[in-house]
């Protein structure tokens, strides 16, 4: 997957929803026994993002946590997450996250996020997470996407940090221009 290495800014974390994500079904409505599959890019791209050293998670608001956990194991890519937060929960992945962080003391910019629902889009994107809406499932047009977003906010907020260095320094130094000698 040439993808990745076409950035020179990655993310440290990647955090995938499962549900219409990762497969195209609600886990509520499959049973334990059935064998599931994934959408067709998805498995490659876990693959390959760890290859490039970058960890991922899942962040599913499930109520049926043991099913989702069935068939991650099923599909053999249980012991590729470095964090897994599948519960059911009021807020949209907030939580979620914040459990990510506290597991993996990866920053909040540090990761990229993918989901199908624009609530938790929104929500996650306001704590400082780089959120890409997938439409059918995660594929390489959203890899893409989210590699793309995510070294534009990282650049922006270096540069916001350069701008406030400069702003600072220019403060501290014209102040110390107006100390009497
Ligand atoms: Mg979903």
């Known amino acids: 997957m040439q993808i990745i290495g076409m950035f020179q800014v990655l993310p440290r974390l990647v955090v995938f929803d499962l549900d219409y994500t990762l497969w195209p079904f609600y886990c509520e409505c499959r049973l334990k026994r059935e064998m599931p599959s994934m959408y067709p890019h998805a498995k490659g791209i876990l693959h390959a993002l760890k290859d490039k050293g970058i960890d991922v998670a899942v962040a599913s608001r499930s109520p049926t946590p043991d099913i989702a956990n069935t068939f991650l194991q099923k599909l053999s890519i249980d012991s590729i997450f470095v964090a897994k937060e599948i519960f059911s929960s009021w807020t949209h992945k907030t939580d979620h996250f914040q459990r990510i962080h506290s597991r993996t003391a990866v920053p909040l910019n540090s990761m990229l996020f993918f989901d199908d629902e624009d609530r938790n889009i929104q929500s996650v994107s306001k704590m400082g997470v780089t959120s ?22 990282w650049s922006t907020s270096e540069k916001n940090k350069q701008k406030w260095q400069t702003k600072f320094c220019k403060k501290s130094n014209s102040s110390e221009g107006n100390d009497p000698e």
Do not use: M
């Open 132 to 153: 890409i809406l997938v439409g059918k499932g995660v594929n390489l047009g959203a890899l893409r996407q989210g590699l793309t977003k995510f070294s534009q906010n």
